[in-house]
């Protein structure tokens, strides 16, 4: 991340009109939130959608950012609450979906795009990759907390920030996603040799 008083130079100079310094943030932080979107839905298309419209509503909004405050917890805040909306939107629309009228079943549908990580390509280690694929396994708000403390190298305080949750909240999920991938990687047999390695 970005020095808090560099990105607040960068905001007052958007509030004055200047056009390249909303680009620089927007060249700053777009990586971040294009990695937590796909992270959270899985879906490449998806994940452009929300940073494209992350950036406009942080445009449209500038003037009520809180300058105390750092803009990259903002911005990744915004992004967040667009991907658990669109995550709740197709919940919906997966529920929504009409029985079959010959035998009164549902289909399973899939609706996550299964294709691999961009990060993939960087040659992980395997202990890693599995890592990625078991955290992919996880409910959206263990998966959440997992890339923004993890993958975004937020402190609790920020996670409590961005996800407007209290600060013990975001430390008994922090502690219930280990536990949940801790128990995915025995099931894999992954052992703890591993993960000390």
Same mark, same amino acid.
């Given at each position: 991340?970005?020095?808090?008083?560099?990105?607040?130079?960068? *905001?007052?100079?958007?509030?004055?009109?200047?056009?390249?310094?909303?680009?620089?943030?927007?060249?700053?932080?777009?990586?971040?939130?294009?990695?937590?979107?796909?992270?959270?839905?899985?879906?490449?298309?998806?994940?452009?959608? *929300?940073?494209?419209?992350?950036?406009?509503? *942080?445009?449209?909004?500038?003037?009520?950012?809180?300058?105390?405050?750092?803009?990259?917890?903002?911005?990744?805040?915004?992004?967040?609450?667009?991907?658990?909306?669109?995550?709740?939107?197709?919940?919906?629309?997966?529920?929504?979906?009409?029985?079959?009228?010959?035998?009164?079943?549902?289909?399973?549908? *899939?609706?996550?795009?299964?294709?691999?990580?961009?990060?993939?390509?960087?040659?992980?280690?395997?202990?890693?990759?599995?890592?990625?694929?078991?955290?992919?396994?996880?409910?959206?708000?263990?998966?959440?907390?997992?890339?923004?403390?993890?993958?975004?190298?937020?402190?609790?305080?920020?996670?409590?920030?961005?996800?407007?949750?209290?600060?013990?909240?975001?430390?008994?999920?922090?502690?219930?996603?280990?536990?949940?991938?801790?128990?995915?990687?025995?099931?894999?047999?992954?052992?703890?040799?591993?993960?000390?390695?």
């Amino acid at each position: 991340m970005h020095k808090t008083s560099d990105d607040l130079a960068l *905001v007052r100079l958007g509030l004055k009109g200047d056009e390249r310094a909303f680009e620089e943030l927007v060249r700053r932080y777009e990586n971040a939130l294009y990695h937590l979107a796909w992270r959270m839905l899985r879906n490449d298309e998806e994940a452009r959608d *929300v940073v494209q419209e992350a950036f406009l509503r *942080v445009y449209r909004s500038l003037d009520t950012f809180d300058q105390s405050r750092k803009f990259s917890t903002w911005v990744l805040r915004i992004a967040t609450n667009l991907c658990i909306d669109r995550y709740r939107r197709r919940k919906v629309w997966l529920l929504s979906i009409d029985v079959d009228a010959e035998d009164e079943q549902r289909r399973p549908i *899939v609706l996550v795009d299964q294709g691999p990580d961009p990060a993939a390509v960087h040659g992980k280690t395997s202990l890693a990759r599995s890592l990625d694929r078991m955290t992919q396994r996880l409910p959206p708000i263990y998966r959440t907390i997992i890339e923004l403390r993890y993958k975004q190298s937020l402190a609790y305080e920020e996670i409590a920030e961005v996800l407007d949750v209290p600060l013990g909240t975001v430390k008994a999920r922090l502690h219930r996603a280990h536990r949940h991938l801790k128990d995915l990687l025995s099931e894999a047999g992954i052992g703890p040799e591993a993960w000390d390695a």
